[in-house]
């Protein structure tokens, strides 16, 4: 799929281009590599030039809060990855996400989210904004019928997240997009677990997509970091929003984000083809109960996967034969499978997820969040699939 390269440039690229000179009408001098802008202010030769830089929104060389020289080399990328008009860099998935909301809705106002999306978010949704007097409704994200319904004159947004975990559950974004944009809602998605490689909602329809940079983005597992891709005027809407809530990148994790964009494309294709091969050989194996991934036929929206996803990303879910005693072992006699959680980057990772929430949840609230006690979450990354066969079946015939 062609993208368009971000301005001025009018060109069309391909995404492997777009990581790699998204970013090239910005550079400042004649170093390959951007330079680390590592200042929190920066000077002014004449009163004239210090006001424009404190009057002009989103400023790349005032206050670092404001932004950052190697933040809008970032920036141009993610909003060609996105097809959006700009983005706008923050310190976590969580400072975009919270950040975005909080600059667009207020006390009266009704909002609409999923009932499974990343914890964070849901508790943002269901007990922060009610608290500001900010109502919202919870619908299942695989019923489209259930967001029309929930809609009511007040509606101000309608936030979605796909595929989504425990179980890889995927909304539809057309049909939501259609649904908000009849009716003037602006819709926020979380890509974070497809990635624009994979999935771009913004081109069917969505106006603002968040992600944690701290996955794919960044793909090594050493930063934290947010990415809102909208248009400019409501990125400006969610920049002064920003500069109040301070959710800001350092320009050195900045500069980390940038170098791991740069083979984005390359870790995508390794890790949409790994994830897809070990789904398939987990599927077949007779220590496995049930495999969760949107690119399986198993999966009970594949039809809307193949529709709205190129590729079906890292993350895959599943249940072994055996309750949580042999799940945990499972996970524990793992050797190159990382016992960790986040997702998207180089390393394969694996988290047995009912131990993580063991100690804030009992049994009776997992079940009803669609955690069994024998589930585990995977995120494939980009070792010989060999080797990780080999691993997971070691650890499953040792059951
Ligand atoms: C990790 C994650 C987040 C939060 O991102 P942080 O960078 O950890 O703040 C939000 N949404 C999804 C889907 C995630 O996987």
Same mark, same amino acid.
């Given at each position: ?13 391909? !995404?492997?281009?777009?990581?790699? #000179?998204? !970013? ?22 004449? +009163? ?10 989103? *400023? ?9 020289? /190697?933040?809008?080399?970032?920036? +141009? ?32 106002? @009704? ?29 299942? %994200? ?31 974004? %057309? ?6 944009? +009849? ?37 090594? *597992? ?13 990125? %400006? ?47 077949? #194996? ?12 198993? #999966? ?40 960790? /959680? ?9 988290? @047995? ?11 009776? %609230? ?17 070792? @010989? ?9 070691? +650890?499953?015939?040792?059951?």
């Amino acid at each position: 799929m062609k993208v368009a390269a971000p301005e001025p440039s009018s060109v069309s690229w391909h !995404d492997e281009t777009t990581v790699l #000179h998204g !970013d090239a009408s910005l550079s400042i001098d004649r170093s390959v590599v951007p330079p680390i802008h590592y200042s929190a202010t920066y000077r002014a030769d004449t +009163a004239e030039q210090f006001a424009d830089m404190a009057n002009t929104p989103r *400023h790349p060389g005032f206050y670092t809060r404001y932004g950052n020289p /190697v933040h809008k080399h970032v920036e +141009a990328i993610l909003a060609g990855l996105e097809q959006t008009e700009t983005a706008l860099l923050m310190a976590s998935g969580m400072g975009a996400i919270s950040t975005t909301i909080l600059a667009l809705v207020a006390k009266g106002d @009704h909002v609409i989210a999923q009932r499974k999306h990343y914890m964070s978010t849901s508790k943002l949704f269901e007990e922060v904004l009610p608290r500001f007097g900010i109502e919202s409704t919870i619908v299942d %994200q695989t019923d489209t019928e259930a967001f029309a319904a929930a809609i009511r004159p007040n509606t101000r947004l309608i936030m979605v997240e796909t595929p989504v975990n425990p179980t890889l559950s995927l909304t539809d974004l %057309q049909a939501i997009g259609d649904l908000a944009k +009849a009716r003037g809602i602006i819709t926020v998605a979380d890509n974070t677990f497809a990635s624009p490689l994979n999935q771009r909602p913004h081109t069917l329809g969505i106006d603002i997509v968040v992600h944690s940079a701290t996955k794919y983005f960044g793909g090594h *597992h050493d930063l934290t970091a947010g990415a809102v891709c909208c248009s400019e005027e409501l990125a %400006q809407k969610i920049w002064s929003m920003h500069i109040t809530l301070g959710s800001v990148l350092s320009p050195m994790d900045a500069w980390l984000l940038l170098r791991g964009l740069r083979t984005l494309s390359l870790r995508m294709e390794r890790i949409n083809a790994n994830a897809l091969a070990l789904a398939q050989w987990l599927e077949q #194996h007779p220590q496995i109960e049930n495999v969760f991934y949107p690119g399986l036929p198993s #999966h009970p929206q594949h039809a809307l996967a193949l529709r709205q996803m190129k590729g079906f990303g890292a993350v895959i879910a599943y249940s072994l034969k055996g309750g949580f005693e042999a799940t945990s072992r499972f996970v524990s006699s793992l050797q190159l499978a990382t016992h960790a /959680v986040s997702l998207g980057g180089v390393e394969t990772l694996v988290v @047995h997820t009912a131990a993580m929430w063991a100690s804030t949840m009992t049994e009776a %609230q997992m079940s009803t969040a669609g955690i069994e006690p024998n589930f585990v979450r995977m995120s494939v990354g980009v070792e @010989h699939i060999d080797d990780l066969k080999a691993d997971l079946g070691r +650890a499953l015939a040792s059951l």
